[in-house]
Every structure is written in C-alpha cells, then in structure tokens.
C-alpha cells in the first residue's frame, strides 16, 4: 500500500508493478514515485499502474515484449436463451471508462 495525499485512504499496489532491476521488492517507509489510476482493488479507490523508487529512473525493461506473444490468450462467447424479437437488435453497452493514469512523486511506501 502506498501512502500519498493524491491518494486518499491508500494505493494499492502489485509486485508486478514494481518497476526495479532484479528482485521487484521496496521497502516500508521508502520514498517512491508511481502512477496511479482512480479504480477499486482490494478495498482501495486507487491501484498502482507503475512504482519505482525516488530518484531512479524506472526499469522497464521486463515490462517490453518484442512482438505478439502465444502467454497469454483470453475470448469471450456472448450467449443468451431469449429469442430475438424482429426489430429490435441487441447492444451490448460497455462499463464507464476510468480516467487516465495519474502521477505523484515523492510518495511514501
């Protein structure tokens, strides 16, 4: 959890977020900089996109794929027991958009 005025209540932040050479790991209290996004996870109203200790550059580096990969694949199959009616067509309407990823530095862990 990242502790930030911009972040009220907390961030949440995954190990894979952790953007640091080798062993993705920060210490409690370490002062860091981070991109956020105003999302629920976990019981938190903001979810860390990028994390990386203050005054370091990020290390992105296992974070660049160099083309499409086979890892990971996911589908969706949409089925429904009602009958069409003629003259009225289906739409799907999708979820709000959230905002855009924000940044704060000098944040505490």
């Known amino acids: 959890m990242i ?4 972040t009220p209540g907390g961030c949440w932040a995954h190990f894979t977020s952790v953007l640091v050479p080798g062993y993705r790991a920060l210490t409690a209290g ?15 109203q903001f979810r ?12 992105r580096s296992r974070h660049e794929m160099p083309g499409p990969s086979d890892a990971y ?5 949409v089925a429904s027991d009602q009958p069409d009616e003629p003259g009225r067509g289906r739409r799907i309407r999708p979820g709000p958009e959230s905002p855009g990823p924000a940044s704060r530095e000098g944040a505490r862990n």
């Open 3 to 6: 502790d930030s005025p911009d």
């Open 30 to 44: 370490q002062s860091v900089t981070f991109e956020y996004e105003s999302i629920e996870q976990d019981g938190y």
């Open 48 to 59: 860390a996109i990028e994390v990386w200790p203050e005054g370091q550059k990020p290390d």
């Open 73 to 77: 694949r996911s589908g969706l199959t």
